[in-house]
């Protein structure tokens, strides 16, 4: 397995190297692919740690629309449904869980793309050593002898480039899955029905949101009610 | 014999590492044709072990290519047959 990966890497490489004669116009030709490859990975670097940033921030978002679930457990006891307050702090306790789980794999994304910062750093050391190189060979060029080493370090510089590839590829799809994780979570929490609420509990969602509704509605009539009194005088005065 | 840890760089084994590493090599092939996941996770596992404990780095400056390439740490079965190719490790 270990060989077959490898020759899947170098290929690509290899085939660059076949079509031209002069290495010494390789050289710089390469040199200049590697260093617009290596642009390309610092843009991806920059782009996947933006994207777990926000999903560090929609794990914070989604943490903080668990006491949503306490509110309408307190609503539901205050008005004598223990069925109802049950309900709701069922459903705490499952989206609690889910809402961990994804804040877990959140984290983990950040040691994953400390690593992917350290391979960035070899690869523009690489990148460097390359330039360096290239000139000395190209000083020291005489057709036959020359092909080998600059083989030699052209493909040593692709198998880095492809797999610093690769390293990045994965960590977008990663935050891929883990950002629609996230949303389909926090539609859950907006719409209040969760996986489990096959059996029936739906019909005590309902009755969570009526109530839930009704102690806005009576809340809400009462600040109306204060705020009157305390404006008709002030309007008055305006 | 210089060897490859995907995203993490290159090492220089000797003989000895190598042999070794060949035996875990026919094991991971074994779990991956078995679609064992938990002995693929665990021989891979190992397989980074030995090449940090015993290869040598390979220095920043040097430009070399691999004989072989270990995939990432925390890669799944099914990432790596995507890796190598659609028709899985073992063809036919």
Do not use: C
Not at chain 1, 43 to 49: A, H, K, L, P, Q
Not at chain 1, 52 to 76: I, M, N, V, W
Not at chain 1, 107 to 113: I, V
Not at chain 1, 196 to 202: R, V
Request: proline fraction near 2%.
């Amino acid at each position: 397995m270990l060989k077959r990966l490898s020759a899947i890497f170098q290929a690509k490489a290899n085939k660059a190297l076949d079509h031209l004669e002069d290495p010494r116009e390789m050289l710089d030709l390469s040199y200049e692919k590697q260093v617009t490859m290596l642009r390309d990975v610092k843009r991806g670097i920059v782009e996947v740690t933006a994207a777990r940033r926000r999903l560090e921030l929609q794990a914070d978002e989604l943490r903080g629309k668990l006491p949503t679930f306490d509110a309408q457990a307190a609503q539901a006891l205050k008005s004598g449904r223990e069925d109802l307050a049950r309900a709701a702090l069922e459903r705490k306790a499952s989206t609690q869980a889910q809402v961990d789980g994804f804040g877990a794999q959140v984290a983990s994304l950040r040691s994953e793309q400390d690593q992917l910062v350290a391979a960035e750093q070899r690869l523009q050391a690489k990148v460097d050593a390359f330039r360096t190189k290239k000139e000395v060979m190209k000083a020291q060029y005489t057709a036959a002898k020359a092909t080998v080493r600059v083989g030699e370090a052209v493909t040593g510089l692709s198998e880095e480039m492809a797999d610093m590839g690769y390293a990045i590829q994965r960590a977008e799809d990663k935050t891929a899955q883990l950002k629609s994780r996230g949303a389909a979570i926090h539609e859950l929490l907006e719409s209040g029905v969760l996986e489990d609420s096959l059996d029936g509990s739906t019909a005590l969602d309902r009755e969570l949101d009526a109530l839930g509704r009704a102690a806005s509605v009576d809340a809400e009539l009462e600040r109306l009610r204060a705020q009157l009194n305390t404006e008709t005088p002030k309007e008055v005065l305006q | 014999m210089i060897v490859r840890l995907m995203g993490e760089g290159q090492w220089t084994i000797d003989d000895t590492l190598r042999a070794e590493l060949n035996a875990i090599d026919s094991e991971l092939d074994a779990d991956v044709s078995a679609g064992d996941s938990a002995g693929f996770a665990r021989h891979l596992a190992a397989m980074h072990d030995l090449v940090h404990a015993r290869g040598l780095p390979v220095t920043i400056d040097e430009l070399v290519p691999s004989d072989a390439l270990v995939p990432p740490r925390d890669i799944s079965i099914e990432e790596l047959r995507e890796l190598i190719g659609k028709e899985g490790l073992i063809p036919g």
